[in-house]
C-alpha cells in the first residue's frame, strides 16, 4: 500500500490527516462473465489497493429457470440475502447498492467516505446484488442505500463502474488531475 | 443485421412494427486507452449490430498542457466542437451527454428511442467529450441533453455504458429477459 493517510474533513472539507488504514470490502453475488470486465475490477483493485485494504467476497447466484416467478425470485434473494449477511464485517459500514437508493455525485461520495475515516470508521462494505437485485432485508439493514443511476446496468458493468467510484472517491480527496 | 424491425410506439405501449433500418452513430473525443474497455465496446458494436446501422466516430481530443488555463480549456473545447459538428450526419436527431443533462431510465430511453423511430426518424447521433465534456455549442445545438449518471465516470468507461444503453434499449423493445 504505496499511502494510508486520510483526510479529516469537516463540511467537506479537508482539515486534517490521518495515518489509518480503511478496510473496504465489496460483496456481490454472481460471476464475472466477460472477461473484459474481469480485467477492468482488477485493474481498479490494483489501484485501489494503494489507498485501502481491498476486499471483494463473490457470491454465488442462485439458479433460476428461465421464466422464473415472483414467488423463486423472492425465495432466491433470501438465500442470497443470508449469503451477503454472512460476509459483512462485523462493524462495518456498510452501503447497498440499488436503483432506489439515493444519488451521489462523485465529489459527494469521496466526501462520504472520507467523513466516515473522520469518524472513526475504519470497516466500509458495499453490496451489490446480482441479475435480481438484492432482498429488502439487505437493503433496509444497510446503514446506506446508493444509486449510481436511474438506468439499470448489468451488474458486471455496475462492479466496474463502483470499483472506478471508489478509486476517484480517493483522487479526489488526494487532490491532482484525475478527477476534473 | 439479423433484425431491424422497428416498434411503433404510443405512450410507450408498442402499437405496430415497421421494417426500417435506423442507424446510429456515436461520436466520441478521445482514444480508448484501456483494452478491456476496448473490448468491452466492440462486443457491443456487434450485438447492435443485429439492431441498427451502428457507427462509430472518433474525434482526437486536443492536447492540453498538465495544468491548462480555463482559456486553454475553452479553445481545446471550441476545436474539437468544429471536429464533432462536421460528423453530425445531416438530418440526425442527435443527443448530447454531459452531466447536467435530463437522467432518463433505461425503459424511458429505450421508448425515447423507439418514439423517434415511429415518428420516422432514420438517423440518431450521440455525442461523448472528452476529459473536460463538451464545448456549450454542441449542448446547445443538440436534439436532446442526456445524462447517465450524477457522478463522473472516465470518458472510456460512460461510452461502454452508453453502448450497453443502446443495446438494452432495444432488447426492452423486444422484450425477453435481457431487461429484467
Redesign the interface.
Known amino acids: 500500500m504505496k499511502n494510508h493517510r486520510y483526510f479529516l474533513l469537516t463540511k467537506g472539507r479537508i482539515c486534517g490527516i490521518i495515518n489509518v488504514v480503511l478496510s473496504i470490502k465489496i460483496i456481490y453475488v454472481g460471476k464475472f462473465k ?4 474481469t ?2 475490477a482488477s ?1 481498479y483493485i490494483k489501484r485501489l489497493g494503494g489507498y485501502c485494504k481491498i476486499e471483494v467476497a463473490e457470491i454465488p447466484e442462485h439458479r433460476l429457470p ?2 422464473p416467478s415472483e414467488a423463486q425470485i423472492a425465495l432466491a434473494l433470501e438465500k442470497e440475502s443470508a449469503a451477503i449477511k454472512a460476509k459483512i464485517p462485523s462493524g462495518a459500514v456498510t452501503v447497498a447498492l440499488c436503483i432506489e437508493g439515493s ?4 465529489r459527494e ?1 469521496s466526501v462520504f467516505i472520507m467523513e466516515k475515516t473522520g469518524q472513526g470508521v475504519s470497516k466500509l462494505c458495499f453490496v451489490l446484488g446480482g ?2 437485485g438484492l432482498h429488502d432485508d439487505v437493503k433496509s439493514s444497510a446503514d446506506f442505500k446508493l444509486s ?7 451488474h458486471n ?1 455496475a462492479r ?2 463502483l470499483l ?2 471508489l478509486y ?1 472517491a480517493f483522487k479526489i480527496a488526494e487532490g491532482g ?1 484525475y ?2
Chains 1, 2 share one sequence.
Open positions: 466477460e472477461q473484459f470486465y480485467e477492468a485493474e428461465d421464466k444519488e451521489m455525485d462523485s461520495l441479475s435480481f449510481m443511476s436511474k438506468m439499470t446496468f448489468p458493468l466496474v463502474m472506478e467510484q476517484r488531475k478527477h476534473k
